[in-house]
């Protein structure tokens, strides 16, 4: 069984990104499980960097189920709008918190992380080609410089919310998306 963690990370409740993730989950190769995990809704709590002040601890509280939720999975999806060309603040917030959990004494965060495999889903207002490019470049950067392997980006466009669900090729594309990963 394959276990599959999708990032929501938006901050609008019912967003486009939303809507194109739970069009792609819908065809999940067979045996998979996915679990749901909204970055936005309850926030993560701030991360601060404490390195130089000693190291960070094991995560507590909601970051403790993002962790384990992260650990467990086999498949991350992150499922952002794309903000000023990037991610969203929740899922920035997630990966800041990541590079904390690099330093936590026996967590083992970044072994644990090799050979998982990273997704992205992101829809944006701006239909203007490559306007996903900077994004979909800084997860597949972020994926190969933890050892994981990148799975390939869907992208939509849409402003409104279900703006989205007009994007027939955005759509097409969500139902063969986890059948056909780029590495």
Known sequence: MTRWLFLPCSTRAGGNTLALARAA???????AEAEWFDLAAPPLPRFAD?????????????LAELARATLEADELVIASPIYWYGLAGPGHEMLDHWSGWFEVPGMEFAAQMRGKRLWLISVR???????QAPLE?????TA??????????????GDAPGDVLN???AL??????FTTPEA
Do not use: Y
């Open 25 to 31: 989950a819908a065809h999940l190769p067979a045996g």
């Open 50 to 62: 404490l390195r130089a002040c000693g190291g960070h601890e094991a995560p507590v509280g909601r």
């Open 137 to 141: 470049d800084a997860l597949r950067r």
């Open 125 to 131: 207002a701006d239909a203007t080609p490559g306007a």
């Open 172 to 177: 097409a594309q969500a139902r063969r998306f």
């Open 167 to 169: 994007d027939t090729e």
């Open 144 to 157: 190969q410089w933890m050892g994981m392997r990148f799975g390939g980006a869907l992208h939509g466009v």
